[in-house]
């Protein structure tokens, strides 16, 4: 009687163990699930695959860093690297089309924004060139790297471009640090990018690839974030869906993280041309770039500071940068958690790589550019039909997304002083409702970040020397000529063209100007120039200055140019902008400012 007392005492243990085990399994699944509206496939059974379950990150090696071995001596992941090849784009060698194709390739360069034709003729595992300093090849890394998730977002993306990424990513990553590649559809329409897709995956040589489906068009940001949450392995590798990378490009990537978890590391990119599919270089031999902005938030790229550079011992090591162009990166995959992953309030594409960028440094983090990780991307070059929104367009109600975004990032992360010079850049700004940003300011109240004028002072402080801070606008908005009702108008063209007049229209854009209270005259980031022969033209502002010789006279209705000593006049049938004599008493001399109002911001 005993024993069977004591065999249910047993029984009735292990019951109130299994279900304390079950209730901490429901409670961590629940913890991790899957995003609402989010599918994904595995390659093998194409069956609804459970969400990941809670994980560890992996914890940082301070000091520990890669060993420079010196010339000539080989580093413990540097493959043997073969270059030679005669076929099509073999090397990243250019590849031409025969003259009979060339209605096709119109055709197929109007759905996908790049030579689609060329790209199917090319092997998906074609060679690719070694752009990377000598020193690259002589580095010793750890051997116990984190494991990446390598993400890929496309929508509608052509199937040779979207595999040779796949497959150059496969091939040229050393097995043991690949852990998965993850593909998130962005509710693709294109056929091949359905069944046949989920068929291709099931071979063997994808073991490693998984597919994850929106069950709605998020746009890139919110397909990036869930392919995060979908991926499991330590760091997470964002890339897009048209690269291809170079030998040895991940221990690189990896080996600053491995550092310190809180890195957020940038490979250099080379181009692949979007007509012949021909790989060089973007930046010149033996030099250094990093990410910088202006304070209309467009991205830009400086030249290392001296300050940084001297940090190196060697001239291929990571070094510091305030931001990057969004597209190609890593990150320790629970730091990017703990960080909010990407606000989830930005829309659609546009200033997420700022917003990383910013919490990255002023909330503990640091960022890097790793010279000895290549990776080849495509930038389009032609219009796209498979480009568009989709259903996404209708949710935004002609809002401009990026401008918001921007917003959004500039509330959250800007001290008052540097968010004026961001509404002085961009007025209409103000007008757009942001949305909620009471998470993001909690975020950064919790983790105890940093004010954003020490990023500036500390990180970023070669943005001065190229974008000073800004004076306020003294007038901005269109500029009415009084002759014709016509506003001044910089058609959308780029530097250094024209600028004439056209019908007014109240939407800004190519009709949006502003005038500081320094003279400087300016549409976007491009500054009204006139010269000797009374020729206006769109150009390039000066580097590092916010003066101009401008002056608008209320009382004259005139815009006055000191130095040339005459006045902005519309030239009465061509419309073309030129500078007279100033006469108060014709009205193509004449102007008015107005403040706008676009219809996107009225009740």
């Not at 030579?115 to 752009?131: A, H, Y």
């Not at 359905?194 to 063997?204: A, G």
């Not at 979007?274 to 991205?299: C, N, Q, T």
């Not at 001065?464 to 108008?489: H, I, V």
Request: aromatic letters at 10%; one cysteine or more.
């Amino acid at each position: 009687m005993r024993v069977v007392q004591c065999r249910r005492s047993r029984v009735a243990k292990l019951c109130l163990v299994s279900v304390l085990c079950l209730t901490v399994l429901v409670i961590t699944v629940r913890h991790s699930r899957w995003p609402d509206g989010l599918t994904q496939l595995g390659p093998d059974t194409g069956q609804d695959q459970p969400g990941p379950l809670g994980r560890q990150a992996h914890v940082s090696h301070p000091g520990e860093k890669p060993i420079f071995l010196g010339e000539g001596k080989k580093g413990n992941f540097e493959p043997d690297i073969v270059t030679v090849g005669e076929a099509a784009g073999e090397n990243g060698k250019s590849h031409q089309l025969r003259v009979e194709q060339k209605q096709e390739e119109e055709k197929l360069k109007g759905v996908y924004g790049f030579n689609q034709l060329v790209s199917d003729e090319i092997s998906l595992n074609r060679t690719v060139p070694d752009q990377r300093e000598e020193e690259c090849r002589n580095w010793d890394y750890p051997t116990d790297l984190p494991t990446a998730s390598v993400i890929l977002v496309f929508h509608n993306e052509g199937w040779t471009t979207l595999f040779r990424t796949v497959n150059s990513v496969i091939n040229r990553s050393p097995p043991q640090f690949l852990h998965e590649v993850v593909l998130v559809d962005d509710k693709s329409e294109l056929e091949h990018l359905h069944q046949r897709l989920e068929d291709e995956l099931k071979k063997p040589y994808y073991a490693k690839v998984k597919l994850v489906r929106n069950q709605e068009r998020e746009g890139l940001i919110r397909a990036r974030n869930n392919g995060a949450v979908a991926a499991t392995g330590e760091v997470v590798v964002f890339l897009d869906a048209h690269c291809e990378v170079a030998y040895n490009w991940l221990p690189p990537l990896l080996a600053p993280i491995y550092e310190d978890r809180t890195t957020l590391s940038v490979p250099v990119i080379d181009g692949i041309n979007w007509d012949d599919f021909s790989i060089k270089p973007v930046y010149a031999k033996g030099s250094h770039s990093r990410g910088i902005f202006e304070w209309g938030m467009l991205y830009k790229e400086g030249t290392l500071p001296a300050k940084e550079a001297a940090k190196s011992s060697h001239h291929s090591e990571p070094y510091n940068a305030p931001t990057h162009a969004g597209g190609l990166f890593a990150i320790d995959r629970t730091w990017f958690e703990e960080l909010g992953w990407y606000d989830s309030g930005l829309w659609v594409w546009g200033a997420e790589n700022f917003e990383l960028s910013f919490k990255v440094w002023m909330c503990g983090g640091r960022s890097v550019w790793v010279p000895c990780s290549r990776v080849s991307h495509v930038y389009r070059g032609h219009s796209c039909s498979s480009c568009h929104s989709g259903t996404l367009a209708n949710k935004f109600a002609g809002v401009p997304t990026t401008l918001r975004n921007y917003k959004r990032v500039i509330e959250t992360w800007f001290d008052e002083e540097y968010k004026e010079y961001f509404y002085t850049r961009e007025p209409l700004a103000r007008l757009i409702d942001m949305g909620d940003i009471s998470a993001q300011l909690k975020l950064k109240k919790d983790k105890n970040c940093k004010s954003f004028d020490w990023f500036m002072k500390e990180v970023a402080f070669d943005v001065f020397d190229k974008y000073p801070r800004l004076p306020p606008n003294k007038f901005w908005g269109e500029m009415k000529n009084s002759a014709t009702g016509q506003c001044l108008d910089t058609y959308g063209r780029h530097p250094p063209e024209g600028v004439g007049a056209s019908g007014c229209h109240g939407g800004g854009g190519n009709q949006m100007f502003m005038l500081n209270t320094k003279g400087q005259l300016t549409s976007g980031e491009w500054c009204l120039k006139a010269d000797g022969n009374n020729e206006i033209n769109m150009a390039w502002c000066d580097t590092g200055r916010t003066d101009g010789p401008w002056e608008f006279l209320p009382d004259k209705e005139q815009m006055f140019h000191s130095k040339l000593q005459r006045c902005l006049a519309l030239h009465p049938e061509s419309s073309k902008l030129i500078m007279r004599e100033c006469d108060h008493n014709n009205s193509y001399h004449k102007w008015a400012w107005r403040t706008i109002t676009p219809h996107w911001a009225r009740s």
